[in-house]
Each structure stands twice: as structure tokens, then as C-alpha cells.
């Protein structure tokens, strides 16, 4: 059971619009800052979104961070077949004084 | 640029204690705005944080696993290592290491992971 949750997974075509949700609470998402990360398959997490909005240098501008209350979203823009893969969301829990994660997505690419 | 990489045993016995090293290339692990973490991901599953080091010694833990590990870390050799006592099968993962940023709480970069086989 993960602190934060997310939908398991998401499918949309090659081209349109994706967006996963990350669900938390005051203790996490509403008072700290949310990270995703990108998981292709039999690789290890990349960081895709930082600091809610952020994107490091690379990361192209289809991926998008936003976050509300205790909610933050990653939206995918022209979907690509390479887009497959697992995201997660991140932050800090004050209550925890721990890292913790959503459960993960899989978006597949039709 | 920054790189990390996991070494250790692959197989280790049940009840017997996980020892895994981080080596930090490409820059000082004595720097003030990071911690060094240590995150786990079972075969299928998904991502558990266990826990990070500052540079001085000061940590985290997942309250979760807080009870059996350990994380030092060694500036002389720019490396940090993570020990996991008394494990189980449901220890078996792939262990990787990350920098995190303080406050903000990102991880990046990732080393590429080693898996981790609790088995007799």
C-alpha cells in the first residue's frame, strides 16, 4: 500500500494527450515538493519532473509537472511508442521524515 | 557528469545481513546540498525509498525497514553503503542508489541497480 496513490495504468494513442494523476495528503504533496520519474523497461528511474513544474535539461517539453493541494498530475503530450514505460511520482512525507512513492503508472502507447 | 554504481553480493542468505556499496565518480560525495540515498524496487513492483546519509554521518530511514538498516557513509572513498540485517525473501530486489536533493527531496542521478537474491 503506497502513501501516495496513482492509477495503475493509462493507455492512449500515438499523438494525443496523457495524464496521470498522484494522489497525497498535508503530510506529503501539500506541503512539500513533488518529483516524477520515468522507468523504461529493465532500466533504472530517470528523473523526468522536479520541484513540481521543473524539468531537467534533456527531459523535452511534451512532459509537464503541475501540482494542486494535495493532488499533482504529469501530463504527456504527442505521445510517442518510447513514451512507454513506468512513471512515479515522489516527495517528502513530514510526518514519516521519508521519501515516499506513488504505486506507479504503466502507460502504454496503442 | 555525476555517476553512481552499486556493488555487492547477488545472493545472500535468509536471516543473514545485505551489504551493498555506492561509489559516487564525477564529483564530491561532501557536498551540502545532498543526501546519498538508498531506494529498492522488488521484482514486478514498485519503488521503496529506504533510507539516506549526509555527508556527516546524519540519516534517514524508512520507519518501515528502520530496525534493520544501516547507512554509512565513507568520504575517503567518495562511497556510501547500505546494511540490511536479518532478511527475508521479501527482501529480494533490485537495490539502487540515488543523489537526493535536500529540502526538495528529488533523486538524480540514478545508479544503474543491482539485484539482490535472498535465497539458501
Known amino acids: 500500500q503506497s502513501v501516495l496513490t496513482q492509477p495503475p495504468s493509462v493507455s492512449a494513442a500515438p499523438g494525443q494527450r496523457v495524464t496521470i494523476s498522484c494522489s497525497g495528503s498535508?503530510?506529503?504533496?501539500?506541503?512539500?515538493?513533488v518529483s516524477w520519474y520515468q522507468q523504461l523497461p529493465g532500466t533504472a528511474p530517470k528523473l523526468l519532473i522536479y520541484?513540481?513544474?521543473k524539468r531537467p535539461s534533456g527531459i523535452p517539453d511534451r512532459f509537464s509537472g503541475s501540482k494542486s493541494g494535495t493532488s499533482a498530475t504529469l501530463g504527456i503530450t504527442g505521445l510517442q511508442t518510447g513514451d512507454e514505460a513506468d512513471y512515479y511520482c515522489?516527495?517528502?512525507?513530514?510526518?514519516?521524515?521519508?521519501?515516499?512513492f506513488g504505486g506507479g503508472t504503466k502507460l502504454t502507447v496503442l | 557528469q555525476l555517476q553512481l554504481q552499486e556493488s555487492g553480493p547477488g545472493l545472500v542468505k535468509p536471516s543473514e545481513t545485505l551489504s551493498l556499496t555506492c561509489t559516487v565518480s564525477?564529483?564530491?560525495?561532501?557536498?551540502?546540498?545532498?543526501?546519498w540515498g538508498w531506494i529498492r524496487q522488488p521484482p514486478g513492483k514498485g519503488l521503496e525509498w529506504i533510507g539516506s546519509?549526509?555527508?556527516?554521518?546524519?540519516?534517514y530511514y524508512n520507519p518501515s525497514l528502520k530496525s534493520r538498516v544501516t547507512i554509512s557513509v565513507d568520504t575517503s572513498k567518495n562511497q556510501f553503503s547500505l546494511k540490511l540485517s536479518s532478511v527475508t525473501a521479501a527482501d529480494t530486489a533490485v537495490y539502487y542508489c540515488?543523489?537526493?536533493?535536500?529540502?526538495?527531496?528529488?533523486?538524480?542521478?540514478w545508479g544503474q541497480g543491482t539485484l539482490v537474491t535472498v535465497s539458501s
Open positions: 520541484e513540481n513544474d
Open positions: 564525477g564529483g564530491s560525495i561532501s557536498s551540502s546540498s545532498y543526501y
Open positions: 515522489g516527495t517528502w512525507d513530514s510526518s514519516l521524515s521519508a521519501v515516499v
Open positions: 540515488a543523489r537526493q536533493t535536500i529540502y526538495y527531496n528529488w533523486l538524480d542521478p
Open positions: 546519509i549526509f555527508y556527516s554521518g546524519s540519516t
Open positions: 498535508t503530510s506529503n504533496i501539500g506541503n512539500n515538493y
